[in-house]
């Protein structure tokens, strides 16, 4: 029950203009991510669109925790979400972020994915 209140309330509060808020909101999610009744499907496209932040220390957050959850989990809702951000939007400081996100992910695991079928 309380996850049902709780994670509209996160999901509304990583999109708070005060990048702090958003930096502490996030830090909730990471730690609900390992609560296994947590819907990534609500979540993972919030923390995805973050990328577009104007702060630096928020996008750098956000890149470590795709990293760290993508590399821990291998669920490929992450890579899809971050793919299918990447095909939609023209902002070119999201584009950017992820990018970076997927060469790190790449170096660091060989990212099994078949990004010719999506590219």
Same mark, same amino acid.
């Not at 909101?25 to 990328?51: D, F, G, W």
């Not at 957050?61 to 669920?75: A, D, P, Q």
């Given at each position: 029950?309380?996850?049902?209140?709780?994670?509209?309330?996160?999901?509304?509060?990583?999109?708070?203009?005060?990048?702090?808020?958003?930096?502490?909101?996030?830090?909730?999610?990471?730690?609900?991510?390992?609560?296994?009744?947590?819907?990534?499907?609500?979540?993972?496209?919030?923390?995805?669109?973050?990328?577009?932040? @104007?702060?630096?220390?928020?996008?750098?957050?956000?890149?470590?925790?795709?990293?760290?959850?993508?590399?821990?989990?291998?669920?490929?809702?992450?890579?899809?979400?971050?793919?299918?951000?990447?095909?939609?939007?023209?902002? @070119?400081?999201?584009?950017?972020?992820?990018?970076?996100?997927?060469?790190?992910?790449?170096?660091?695991?060989?990212?099994?994915?078949?990004?010719?079928?999506?590219?």
């Amino acid at each position: 029950m309380l996850m049902k209140g709780l994670l509209p309330t996160l999901v509304r509060l990583l999109g708070d203009a005060n990048f702090k808020v958003a930096l502490v909101a996030l830090r909730v999610v990471e730690e609900l991510m390992r609560v296994p009744t947590v819907s990534l499907e609500v979540i993972i496209p919030q923390i995805v669109e973050r990328l577009s932040d @104007s702060k630096v220390a928020l996008r750098q957050n956000i890149g470590k925790l795709v990293r760290s959850e993508y590399l821990t989990t291998h669920n490929p809702l992450w890579l899809d979400h971050l793919l299918v951000q990447l095909r939609r939007t023209a902002n @070119s400081n999201i584009r950017e972020e992820i990018l970076n996100i997927l060469s790190k992910l790449y170096e660091e695991d060989s990212l099994p994915y078949p990004f010719e079928k999506v590219l």
